[in-house]
Nanobody, 124 residues
Framework: QVQLVESGGGLVQAGGSLRLSCAASGRPISTYPMGWFRQAPGKEREFVAALSVSGAITYYADSVKGRFTISRDNAKNTLYLQMNSLKPEDTAVYYC?????????????????WGQGTQVTVSS
């Protein structure tokens, strides 16, 4: 089992940047595929980005491709999401998650362990 704690959210103007962190404890995150999801008020949780176990393969939602980068620091047991060129529509609570089940990287149901989330608000 792994415990996940997100940080780094906040209020930023459109066009700005933020880096989210997801600190893990209990087990190395390098043993799981990892993902970032987000949920805006009144909307379903949606896929943002994912990283394979090897760290060599990344997946991104079309809406963030070219602007967001997922990465991992094994020594710190921490997952990151670098977010650049932020837009108001990126406003949401962002969650990191560890994937336990086979299947699509972009399906929340394939992930077992979740953090509590961190709020990102982008003003226009």
């Amino acid at each position: 089992q792994v415990q996940l704690v997100e940080s780094g959210g906040g209020l930023v103007q459109a066009g700005g940047s933020l880096r989210l962190s997801c600190a893990a404890s209990g087990r190395p995150i390098s043993t799981y595929p990892m993902g970032w999801f987000r949920q805006a008020p009144g909307k379903e949780r949606e896929f943002v980005a994912a990283l394979s176990v090897s760290g060599a393969i990344t997946y991104y939602a079309d809406s963030v491709k070219g602007r967001f980068t997922i990465s991992r620091d094994n020594a710190k047991n921490t997952l990151y999401l670098q977010m650049n060129s932020l837009k108001p529509e990126d406003t949401a609570v962002y969650y990191c998650a560890a994937k336990l089940y086979s299947g699509s990287y972009n399906s929340p149901s394939r992930y077992e362990y979740w953090g509590q989330g961190t709020q990102v608000t982008v003003s226009s």
